[in-house]
């Protein structure tokens, strides 16, 4: 552990934010956060890919190096100041102990002009407070603020040939609201420097520790919550961060009389392990099916900044479907897959080959039906030549996910969800995602980004067979729990 002090950079003050202790332990104690996962590299690298195209609209400044020591960073932004330099990249100043960096300085008639980059689509309240702490820390080194600005993703951008970075790229003057919040934010650094000049704050575990994202110290603050707590349970339906102010910690806990509907039916069945059939509503949901059967999933990719012609920020880009044919009641499942290969784009070979494998007439099953309905719609607004089949096939699609949600299957070890990953392993306990290097489908995402990058033929071979493996699970998985409704449903 480091000496205590008093400095605060940007990115310890928005922890603060977040959490005293988290605050505190980022400083003090980094060795304890988890392991970044590359769902969050992705994410920090896109920030630096936006970032490094708003530079463009502010041509011929000069960069402070990040590698550089603060005093360097410092002394570099100084000179560049003296120089005449009208945009500095990454400008650098301390003030009373913070520190802190700007993306975008860029010298105004009346003044400086303060740009924040996020890769957001719009504004955030942690970004008033960032842009607000780099003013307050600019301003009070003596120099003239004219705005304070941040520069975001714009949602309906479409891109069509070239990227048109001013297009993609949307700019939103903040200065009122950052001069309003001046006084809150010296009252924030002193809070925090106080922090860091004590020990550890006792800071609960709540729901701060997910919001914006989950916090790297989980795992060090959770490590006494026992596994079957119901703090580790993802439910709607319950309030579990109330709860556990109230001192219960698991379901056993709870009593049944204080909920109703759906809340109470959860913590009845896991407490007595029950599974509950509603066998008419099923059979009417079976008799609504028809073959040929075709079970379909779609794994898909966003980016930031859109890549291909017709798309648009962070759409659902589709590079992998699995497909299982059943033709009849008596035959065996045939299956068909596609995967895109390494930097193209997917949408028109994926469709084409879509489009010969899957029959037109098939009742078409997938989970949760408004993902890949979407998807569908989308590549036939792309590729106006197959519109009309594709249209056909999203009107035969039907939803396997819909009994699930209604409740009229429902098992005690599903925990109140309905998603494939809690239904699967409920229904047919034999088969489950934990032992896939692939487990779901932010998982996929990378992946796909990681196969894109490499250019090792073993690498990429090796990845692509983990997809296959995992996007054709939640196929087969599909197959698998509509036969076990069809054999419920005969008894």
Not at 35 to 62: D, I
Not at 80 to 101: H, M, P, W
Not at 278 to 300: G, H, Q, R, V
Not at 369 to 395: C, Q, T
């Amino acid at each position: 552990m480091q000496e205590k002090n008093p400095f605060l950079s940007k990115t310890l003050f928005l922890k603060g934010l977040k959490c005293k202790k988290l605050l505190y332990l980022s400083k003090y104690y980094p060795n304890l956060k988890h392991e970044v996962s590359s769902r969050t590299e992705e994410l920090f690298e896109t920030g630096n890919e936006v970032n490094a195209l708003a530079k463009k609209l502010f041509q011929k400044g000069r960069e402070i190096p990040s590698n550089e020591t603060r005093e360097k960073q410092i002394e570099l932004t100084l000179s560049f100041l003296k120089e005449g330099v009208e945009n500095i990249y990454e400008a650098s100043f301390f003030l009373d102990s913070i520190f802190v960096r700007t993306d975008i300085l860029h010298k105004g008639k009346k003044g400086w002009n303060i740009y924040e980059v996020k890769s957001t689509t719009g504004l955030k309240d942690e970004h008033i407070y960032d842009i607000a702490l780099q003013y307050y820390v600019v301003k009070g080194c003596g120099f003239d603020i004219e705005s304070a600005n941040l520069v975001h993703i714009n949602p309906d951008y479409i891109r069509w040939g070239e990227l048109e970075i001013e297009k993609l790229l949307t700019i939103k003057d903040l200065t009122e609201k950052i001069i309003d919040s001046q006084k809150k934010i010296k009252e924030k650094i002193e809070i925090f420097k106080e922090v860091l000049k004590g020990e550890m704050p006792e800071v609960d575990i709540g729901g701060h520790c997910f919001e914006n994202y989950t916090c790297e110290f989980r795992n060090y603050c959770w490590k006494n919550i026992p596994e079957n707590s119901i703090l580790r349970i993802e439910a709607h339906w319950m309030d579990r961060f109330e709860l556990y102010k109230k001192g219960i910690l698991v379901l056993e806990d709870l009593n049944q009389e204080e909920f109703e509907g759906n809340s109470k039916m959860f913590i009845d069945a896991y407490i007595g392990k029950k599974v509950i059939f509603n066998k008419k509503n099923i059979k009417e949901f079976l008799e609504s099916l028809w073959y040929p059967m075709a079970f379909l999933d779609f794994e898909t990719f966003s980016y930031a900044i859109p890549l291909y012609d017709g798309t648009k920020p962070y759409q659902q880009i589709p590079f992998q479907y699995s497909l299982y044919i059943i033709y009849s009641r008596d035959s065996e499942p045939e299956h068909f897959n596609y995967i895109a290969p390494p930097r193209t784009d997917p949408r028109k070979e994926l469709t084409e080959k879509l489009l010969r494998e899957i029959p037109l007439e098939a009742c078409v099953i997938v989970y949760n039906e408004k993902f890949e309905k979407r998807i569908i719609n989308e590549l036939s607004e792309f590729l106006p030549e197959h519109r009309e089949k594709l249209l056909l096939i999203n009107n035969n699609v039907r939803d396997l996910m819909l009994p699930f949600k209604r409740k009229d299957y429902y098992h005690w070890e599903m925990l109140g969800s309905h998603s494939l990953k809690k239904v699967l392993p409920a229904v047919i306990p034999e088969m489950s995602y934990e032992e896939m290097d692939i487990k779901n489908g932010e998982m996929a995402m990378s992946a796909y980004f990681k196969m894109c990058k490499s250019n090792s033929p073993e690498e990429i071979a090796k990845i692509r067979d983990s997809l296959i493996h995992y996007c054709s699970l939640d196929t087969l998985a599909m197959v698998k729990i509509l036969k076990k409704l069809q054999e419920l449903t005969e008894n």
